[in-house]
């Protein structure tokens, strides 16, 4: 079995994989069993993962957030379970493991707390585009640290005047010698000032896609600054800033791919980050229902619990079909992603479209199935609701994904 899934699976050797699984409706039989259809492999990834996230993050969840905490040293024990670069090769340190497995981990993660997941999911992005893209001198130099998350990424695309517009991007980096000279500015960037490696789109030709490429640029780069910490309705447990750029001199040798290739790299990264946020949406509606199911038990109003209700009944039936369908797009892109089908861009669109649209609903709807409890911070269903709702934003906007699904069935 150590082939496909390689050091990943040594870690069902561990005491974590044997310690049985307290969610209620996993490998139970129920129909939102997340288990449901997949391998006796992906069953026990799932199990660690949903350890890990309720023994070590579901915890802290909420501290992190209102600390604004990035809990790195958490992320780093993640990191030794294999999951810091899942769907990296295995010969840099990697877990080796399809996007279909990656997607079981992520929804299993974010189930203890959605802002760390995702950025561990973009993190996840940074390590495969260079493992995808780069040479064996930078797999072998760079990719080891980002497996075990001594060095963290982060991804640099979006820019103060080019958000979903990004192939009319702005920043420059311009050759002299063995360097080049970056200038500019990117906007909204998970992890930076923590980040020991930024991946930024640069414009290196001329307009429009064909002239961006791709650098490596390491953390201490001289004129790499950052802007104020964003503060944000979720994702707190990760820091958030502009980073800039002033006459930044980045080796040549740091270049991913070939000059040009850049926007083509973004995108094939998006494909697999789009599948890896609506994953993180799948974690966060799943633990909002548990939670719901279990508030209806326990509530009483009018003389009997809330369950006995027929409205919630139906409420509740209505999120529990959303979440399944959801899971079951994702789950089908992540295949497609996996085989190069010649239509997982449009698929991939598709369930982050659906997915992360219909997961902050069921979030949402669990809140105001909690009363004016919902709204208290005490409870996790509001930090879900949050925490969710930038993803109908980021990794394209679900707008776009609207926009690249009518291009496909269109042409």
């Given at each position: ?9 040594l ?12 969610r209620?409706?996993v ?21 660690v993962a949903l ?14 957030d ?7 040293d ?5 990191a030794q379970?294999?999951f810091?670069g ?8 990697g ?6 497995d ?9 189930t ?7 950025y ?19 797999r072998?130099?760079?990719i ?9 990424s982060?991804y640099c695309?979006?820019e ?6 990004a ?28 980040s ?25 780069t ?18 958030t800033?502009?980073v ?13 791919g ?28 799943w633990?909002?229902i548990?939670?719901?199911m279990?508030?209806?038990?326990d509530?009483?109003?009018?003389g009997?619990?809330?369950?006995s209700q ?21 789950r ?7 085989i190069?089908a ?9 369930a ?9 609903d ?8 909690h ?17 969710c709702r930038?993803?109908q ?19």
């Amino acid at each position: 079995m150590a082939g496909r899934f390689g050091k990943a699976l040594l870690l069902l050797s561990s005491p974590a994989a044997a310690i049985s699984v307290r969610r209620a409706s996993v490998l139970t039989g129920k129909s939102i069993d997340a288990s449901y259809g997949l391998s006796s492999e992906q069953k026990e990834f799932q199990k660690v993962a949903l350890d890990f996230a309720q023994n070590e993050m579901f915890p802290n969840m909420r501290r992190w957030d209102e600390e604004e905490n990035f809990p790195v040293d958490t992320m780093r024990k993640a990191a030794q379970l294999g999951f810091g670069g899942i769907y990296v090769r295995e010969d840099v340190g990697g877990s080796g493991l399809t996007r279909l497995d990656t997607s079981v981990i992520f929804e299993a993660l974010a189930t203890g707390c959605v802002s760390t997941t995702a950025y561990i999911s973009i993190h996840n992005m940074c390590g495969w585009m260079v493992d995808e893209f780069g040479t064996e001198e930078q797999r072998a130099s760079i990719i080891p640290q980002l497996c075990t998350m001594e060095r963290l990424s982060s991804y640099c695309l979006t820019e103060p005047s080019a958000g979903s517009d990004a192939a009319n991007l702005m920043t420059t980096a311009t050759r002299k010698g063995d360097h080049y000279i970056l200038n500019g500015s990117k906007a909204f960037i998970s992890g930076a000032g923590s980040s020991g490696l930024y991946l930024v789109m640069c414009r290196t030709g001329g307009p429009g896609p064909k002239g961006i490429s791709c650098l490596l640029v390491d953390g201490d780069t001289p004129g790499l600054t950052l802007g104020g910490k964003e503060k944000k309705v979720g994702w707190n447990s990760q820091p958030t800033h502009i980073v800039n750029f002033e006459d930044s001199p980045v080796p040549v040798t740091n270049l991913l791919g070939e000059e040009g290739q850049g926007f083509n790299i973004a995108m094939r990264g998006l494909n697999g980050g789009r599948i890896n946020i609506a994953s993180c949406s799948l974690g966060a509606a799943w633990s909002s229902i548990e939670l719901t199911m279990q508030h209806l038990k326990d509530r009483v109003a009018f003389g009997k619990p809330l369950a006995s209700q027929q409205y919630l009944q139906f409420k509740l039936a209505e999120m529990c079909t959303d979440l399944v369908a959801s899971r079951l797009m994702i789950r089908q892109a992540a295949h497609s992603l996996d085989i190069a089908a010649p239509n997982h861009v449009s698929l991939c669109s598709m369930a982050k479209l659906f997915a992360t649209d219909k997961c902050f609903d069921v979030c949402n709807a669990a809140l105001q199935m909690h009363g004016g409890y919902g709204y208290l911070k005490d409870y996790p269903v509001q930090q879900y609701m949050r925490d969710c709702r930038v993803h109908q934003i980021l990794e394209g906007t679900n707008e776009i994904m609207r926009l690249l699904i009518a291009r496909d069935v269109l042409s």
